[in-house]
């Protein structure tokens, strides 16, 4: 079984910067993605950024040139550097693992979710 927890969510003013963090513990494959998701209310989950083992990463166009996603120095750990944060970019992130490397797909596994909300 596999257990992500993220950490790093908060309140922060528009133009500000967090940083989320989310480790994954568990069962785990050499190659594998880790991705950030966010939910607003009322809204679908929706991607905001992948990488895979290789580095190779992908954004939502909403959040390009703003926010940054990494791969820690400890296996399996995965950061989003948000920066010139929106009022719209208020919502539930999630850190989701798959267990290959293919960036487009949904994770096989959820953490709990973190909010991060932005005031105007």
């Known amino acids: 079984q596999v257990q992500l927890v993220e950490s790093g969510g908060g309140l922060v003013q528009a133009g500000g910067s967090l940083r989320l963090s989310c480790a994954a513990s568990?069962?785990?494959?050499?190659?594998?993605?880790m991705a950030w998701y966010r939910q607003a209310p009322g809204k679908q989950r929706t991607l905001v950024a992948t990488i895979n083992s290789a580095g190779s990463t992908n954004y939502a166009d909403s959040v390009k040139g703003r926010f940054t996603i990494s791969r820690g120095s400890a296996k399996n750990t995965v950061y989003l550097q948000m920066n010139s944060l929106k009022p719209e970019d208020t919502a539930v992130y999630y850190c989701?693992?798959?267990?290959?490397?293919?960036?487009?797909?949904?994770?096989?596994?959820w953490g709990q979710g973190t909010q991060v909300t932005v005031s105007s």
């Open positions: 568990g069962s785990i494959r050499s190659i594998n993605t």
């Open positions: 989701g693992l798959r267990v290959d490397s293919n960036l487009g797909l949904i994770p096989n596994y």
